[in-house]
């Protein structure tokens, strides 16, 4: 038995969250705006004025989660819609650091990063549709269709539960269509 006095074996030496291994809101295109305030932009239902280091102020933002709207930057999150550490467990492990990169700041599809109440987002965490939806019920075909697109886009895969719950969820949704572009 180790002596209690000891430090933990791993104290220092923890493995860094999945998260931390995606590089994400960068200013990929140089235009001044990370990737977050890129998406707060192209998805505001009221422009925001956009100011020195492209701070934003003003504007308003639809949830689509659920249905909330608001007008503090604060209040909305940017949502990768399959959360990093989930593609990380479907595949991203594999990539490079600029594919991850890539994925995290993906402007080339708006499915991939959506703006939602902050809350919507803490609450879906990295799960995947079997184990979260949004509270809109309404909304659940769009849900799982941009699912489905960002998973397809960057070739990740499935696990059986998360496949299943698409499946299942899809059967409700028979007028959908999928086009996606796959990143390259």
């Known amino acids: 038995m180790p002596d209690q006095h000891e430090p933990s074996p791993t104290l220092g030496?923890?493995?860094?969250s999945k998260r931390t291994l995606f590089k994400h809101w960068v200013d990929a295109d140089d235009d001044g705006c990370p990737t977050r305030a890129e998406v707060l932009i192209s998805e505001a239902t009221r422009a925001p004025q956009v100011g020195a280091k492209c701070r934003l102020s003003g504007g308003e933002w639809q949830s689509y989660y659920d249905g909330a709207t608001w007008t503090q930057v604060g209040d909305v999150d940017i949502d990768h819609m399959v959360p990093l550490a989930e593609a990380w467990?479907?595949?991203a492990s594999a990539w490079n650091p600029a594919r991850r990169e890539a994925y995290a700041n993906d402007l080339g599809d708006t499915r991939s990063l959506v703006a939602v109440t902050d809350n919507a987002n803490q609450a879906k965490a990295d799960q995947d549709p079997a184990e979260w939806?949004?509270?809109?019920?309404?909304?659940?075909c769009r849900y799982v269709?941009?699912?489905t697109a960002v998973k397809l886009r960057w070739?990740?895969?499935a696990d059986t539960a998360e496949k299943n719950a698409l499946t299942?969820?899809?059967a409700n949704c028979p007028d959908t269509a999928i086009t996606v572009k796959k990143a390259t």
């Open 13 to 16: 030496f923890e493995k860094p």
């Open 89 to 91: 467990d479907s595949g």
């Open 133 to 140: 939806l949004p509270s809109l019920e309404a909304v659940h």
């Open 145 to 147: 269709a941009e699912w």
């Open 155 to 157: 070739q990740l895969t």
């Open 168 to 170: 299942r969820l899809a």
